[in-house]
């Protein structure tokens, strides 16, 4: 209840803070003021103001570059709590079981921070420890997230993505945070999967982690999260970076190449590649830390959404468009293939889906022509320009796999923060360089799965079909238009 009343109170003071701004009493800039309004409020507040700062969707970009500053400002616990819950998870005190166990951390985030230690073999390791009382922060925070995302929604609209929507992913990958163990198992599925000799991974020690304490491999490396700052503040630029060893356009190209490897080679990928969780190590390799939050590979119409990446890379729209359609249109598909008789050839739904595409495509191309032109000039990012593309595409009932939710996610997240490094960053020729090293016959090998077909009842897909008519009537007459024609051939309805 302390909670609730803390927060309660920071934003009456805030409120105020705003009011004085407005009236030209207040100085401080409302990106600073924003960024420490989430400071004082840490906890959970800390972490959503760390997934704003890769979200320019959400935010201006002068905002999410100011909240980047929240990836290396959290305070420390006192070690009098590490101690108590060494020996509530492990039975014993650090220096008992560590031959040099660091009291002071070199790392403290929202639900965590990182002691430096070593083990009887004099191996250096790094010890996560879960925050005291973080789970109890965490329960009432959400509580206020969803009071403060229905406020938002009323008055601070977001096109791209309502905040109650925003306000749920962020509560959904809030919770796998917080259970070490899950960590753990990811960070050595992922380890022990990995064959890029340009990326790090930590190995983890079971037997000295928990739920509440994850002991891991220590990696010696800058976080990005740094070198933003630097180049955000003037204190380092590109070339500075490039005499210290450091070549931004190999990094950028590193950090992409591994999202693309571990969700097509592998079954399970880190899907939280935020500034702190990437580290620069010598000769331009990367170390990935910090996988609390992943996602798992497809599994169905795995082919599908290859070739709309690659169709996509070459901004090849009506093929794009036709695979976007054929691995997230299954509501669409089986309707129209339910209203057809079943003594109709079913190749008349893939034709009505090249219909729907060509159609599509066009409006699709529009978009990414106008976002291209944005995102050079680092006035959008990837996710704007795919949001923009899903609230076009939700007349056609859409639906997106979740795999494929988190990894766009993960894609877009890394393209902003790569577009921060090198400017000269893009997206589509790194996707064109994955797929020819790694053709799609060499790894799929006979694993794709479609979708398993549902027919419903021919009446009631008639209904859908009703329904669907009457609903592009008012938002896309001229779709109407073309799926009217389409059902008039084969006397679907009005018989």
């Known amino acids: 209840m302390f909670r609730f009343f803390y927060i309660l109170a920071l934003l009456i003071k805030y409120f105020f803070?705003?009011?004085?701004?407005?009236?030209?009493?207040?100085?401080?800039?409302?990106?600073?003021?924003l960024r420490n309004f989430f400071e004082d409020a840490g906890g959970s507040f800390i972490k959503?103001?760390?997934?704003?700062?890769?979200?320019?969707?959400?935010?201006?970009?002068?905002?999410?570059l100011e909240m980047i500053g929240l990836f290396d400002n959290v305070g420390p616990f006192p070690y009098d709590n590490v101690q108590r819950?060494?020996?509530?998870?492990?039975?014993?005190?650090?220096?008992?079981?560590?031959?040099?166990?660091?009291?002071?951390?070199?790392?403290?985030?929202?639900?965590?921070?990182?002691?430096?230690?070593?083990?009887?073999?004099?191996?250096?390791v790094a010890v996560k420890i879960l925050r005291p009382g973080?789970?109890?922060?965490?329960?009432?925070?959400?509580?206020?997230?969803?009071?403060?995302?229905?406020?938002?929604?009323?008055?601070?609209?977001?096109?791209?993505?309502?905040?109650?929507?925003?306000?749920?992913?962020?509560?959904?990958?809030?919770?796998e945070e917080l259970d070490y163990h899950m960590e753990a198992e990811s960070m050595e599925i992922i380890r022990k999967a990995n064959t890029n000799k340009n990326v790090d991974m930590p190995k983890v020690?079971?037997?000295?982690?928990?739920?509440?304490?994850l002991t891991e491999d220590y990696i010696e490396g800058i976080p990005l999260s740094r070198v933003l700052l630097g180049i955000k503040d003037g204190r380092l630029t590109a070339e500075s970076l490039l005499k210290r060893g450091i070549d931004l356009k190999i990094i950028t190209s590193v950090i992409a190449q591994e999202i693309f490897r571990q969700f097509f080679l592998g079954n399970i990928f880190h899907a939280d590649p935020h500034p702190g969780n990437i580290l620069i190590l010598h000769n331009n390799r990367i170390a990935l830390i910090d996988f609390g939050i992943v996602g798992e590979k497809l599994k169905y119409n795995r082919l599908s959404f290859v070739k709309f990446m690659k169709a996509a890379s070459i901004f090849d729209y009506k093929k794009s468009v036709y695979h976007f359609i054929n691995f997230s249109g299954g509501y669409l598909k089986n309707m129209i293939g339910s209203a057809l008789p079943a003594s109709v050839d079913q190749k008349n739904v893939d034709n009505f889906m090249v219909l729907i595409a060509n159609y599509f495509s066009a409006e699709v191309e529009k978009i990414g022509e106008e976002k291209r032109k944005t995102l050079e000039m680092m006035q959008d990012d990837y996710t704007t320009s795919f949001m923009e593309i899903l609230k076009a595409s939700r007349k056609l009932k859409i639906k997106l796999p979740n795999e494929m939710v988190l990894f766009i996610r993960t894609l877009t997240m890394a393209g902003f923060l790569m577009k921060q490094l090198n400017y000269y960053f893009e997206l589509a020729p790194e996707t064109r360089r994955f797929f020819a090293e790694h053709p799609e016959d060499t790894w799929l090998k006979g694993n794709e799965h479609t979708i398993p077909y549902k027919r419903v009842s021919h009446e009631k897909a008639i209904e859908q079909l009703n329904g669907w008519l009457t609903y592009l009537i008012e938002t896309d007459p001229n779709l109407y238009h073309v799926v009217k024609q389409f059902i008039g051939k084969h006397n679907l309805i009005d018989k």
């Open 17 to 33: 803070i705003y009011i004085l701004l407005k009236l030209g009493y207040y100085k401080k800039s409302k990106p600073k003021i």
């Open 85 to 124: 819950i060494f020996l509530q998870e492990l039975g014993a005190t650090p220096q008992k079981i560590f031959k040099d166990f660091q009291k002071v951390p070199f790392a403290s985030a929202s639900f965590g921070q990182v002691h430096g230690a070593k083990l009887q073999n004099d191996h250096i």
């Open 48 to 64: 959503f103001g760390q997934l704003l700062a890769v979200r320019v969707d959400v935010l201006p970009k002068e905002y999410a």
């Open 205 to 213: 020690y079971p037997h000295l982690s928990t739920r509440r304490i």
């Open 134 to 175: 973080i789970e109890e922060k965490v329960s009432v925070d959400f509580f206020i997230v969803d009071i403060l995302a229905f406020i938002a929604d009323l008055f601070f609209k977001v096109d791209a993505l309502p905040w109650k929507e925003f306000a749920k992913e962020f509560k959904k990958w809030t919770q």
